[in-house]
């Protein structure tokens, strides 16, 4: 009975390695394959993204259309961040208006209200950092909770 138990515990770990071995073996050819046809992976042309990633540093984190190496929008202050068509300037005189009308001009309150950092409050009201869409959706909902329109 031991005999037949340890025969079958070598024969399973020799079936293991063999389907790891083999599974391997496919990738590395399908990985050769893929690099003489200059296709990526899934099939599409490749693209090296270390070239994106020198040249705009936060396009490689982009979830946009990728054309010709680099993301299909091109600046990420130019398009609208919400359903209503708001983009980056409107947005940041949207977080004043509430932050100076309903939290007494206090980065920190409204930071509090928002659930972000007080850097990044500072920095969306200056105009320097970029806003996303559920910061506008958050900030939209606090102002009608406190009866100001926008």
Known sequence: MKKKIALL??????????????SQHRRNNRRSADDNSGLSGNGRPGVDLSQVREERPEAAA?????????????????HAIDDQGTNQA???????????????A???????????????I??????????DGDVILKAR??????????
């Open 62 to 78: 982009s979830m946009a259309r990728i054309e010709g190496g680099t993301p299909a929008i091109r600046d990420q202050h130019d």
């Open 141 to 150: 909902t606090l102002a009608m909770q406190r009866g100001f329109e926008l």
């Open 9 to 22: 515990t070598v024969l399973g770990a020799a079936g293991g390695l063999l389907y790891v071995l083999e």
């Open 106 to 120: 206090s980065d920190e309150k409204l930071a509090l209200a928002l659930g972000r950092p007080t850097g990044e």
């Open 122 to 131: 500072e920095e969306w009201t200056s105009g320097n950092g970029v806003i």
């Open 90 to 104: 409107e947005a940041s005189q949207i977080l004043k208006h509430i932050r100076d009308n309903a939290f007494d």
